[in-house]
């Protein structure tokens, strides 16, 4: 009899955690908050659970201070045709915006987008900007694509105001055909207090560390073709690309890092795509997103489940809290609901 007893109190707990699971894993789902018509977003900073700001094509910029309730929509005077990729906001009144170019812009604003101060202007024809990094509210870098050989980096010490050009014997070396992708201003990422990484595509896909670079198993070879993002938590790292004019090809489109960059691996069950962005979001939890869908792994990267097939260019968790957004085409913001 105690047996039996035994045996089904043990059936229930396993009823009780699968039924758990399920809920759990049923709950996780995209919300969209707003949309804008025929903007692109990729741009995306999240000061807290409050505060959002993103940016995009048409010289749009969209900021919440309410958590994501309402959205006040401006586009910057002056930049009305420009691509703002990346973003980086320190407050409600404050951020940094990104145009890739040419000519390459960086903008800064203290009075919540009302005006901007350009603070950086490059007319090389050469100059694309891809991504920007910040370690704190005074100190962030900018990657750009290489000219003659060797990837662009500006470096900011005053929160923005003004940027430096980091001298040319530091920069790193780019083979022919190597560059950098601007699809969610996440392909360079803070390491440590003073220190980034940042990852390549095209020809080659490399990880770039120091003066060291490691070849990645991600899917390169052609210029559409690479990694496109990387995300860091300790130890482990994950990188998401593959090809984005194959929405839906899952080679080569993910690989993991779980030595600080050293050796890289694939995953088990990689994620359903092409993946322009990745996001370390607690626990073992990363999220991933692309024009088809996006993606969640509670193993750290070793295998990834689909939660949306709605295309999204860049998740991004808050910096101050806990909540996750996402943006992409149609000037699309949306939460990660869990």
């Not at 482990?236 to 890289?264: H, L, Q, R, Y």
């Not at 999204?312 to 000037?331: A, C, E, M, P």
């Amino acid at each position: 009899m105690g047996y039996f007893c035994q045996m089904k109190k043990l059936i229930l707990f396993f009823l009780i955690l699968f039924t758990f699971t399920t809920n759990h894993l049923q709950a996780q789902k995209i919300v969209v908050l707003d949309s804008n018509g025929h903007i692109s977003l990729r741009g995306l900073s999240v000061v807290n659970d409050k505060v959002i700001w993103a940016s995009g094509s048409d010289g749009s910029i969209a900021i919440s201070t309410n958590g994501g309730k309402s959205f006040t929509w401006k586009t910057v005077k002056g930049f009305e045709k420009t691509d703002f990729r990346d973003i980086e906001a320190f407050d409600k009144k404050t951020a940094v915006i990104m145009g890739v170019g040419s000519p390459a812009y960086i903008l800064r604003t203290d009075d919540a987008g009302n005006t901007w101060k350009k603070v950086y202007e490059n007319n090389d024809t050469s100059m694309f900007l891809d991504a920007m990094e910040f370690w704190n509210d005074m100190s962030g870098i900018v990657l750009g694509d290489p000219i003659e050989g060797k990837f662009f980096i500006g470096r900011t010490f005053d929160g923005g105001k003004t940027w430096q050009t980091i001298p040319q014997k530091n920069e790193p070396v780019a083979v022919d055909g190597e560059a950098c992708f601007a699809a969610s201003g996440t392909n360079i990422r803070k390491l440590t207090r003073d220190e980034a990484v940042f990852v390549s595509g095209g020809i080659q896909s490399n990880f770039f560390k120091r003066n060291q670079k490691f070849r990645l198993p991600i899917l390169q070879g052609s210029s559409t073709t690479g990694a496109n993002s990387i995300a860091i938590h300790k130890n482990i790292m994950i990188v998401v690309g593959g090809d984005f004019t194959k929405p839906a090809d899952t080679t080569g489109n993910c690989a993991i890092s779980e030595d600080g960059g050293i050796t890289w691996k694939s995953p088990t069950t990689p994620p359903f795509g092409y993946r322009s962005c990745v996001e370390y979001i607690g626990g073992n939890k990363w999220i991933t997103c692309g024009i088809n869908g996006v993606d969640i792994s509670d193993d750290n990267g070793s295998n990834w489940r689909n939660i949306s097939n709605h295309s999204f260019n860049t998740v991004i968790k808050s910096k101050k809290g806990k909540d996750i957004f996402l943006v992409g085409s149609r000037g699309r913001i949306a939460r990660l609901e869990q």
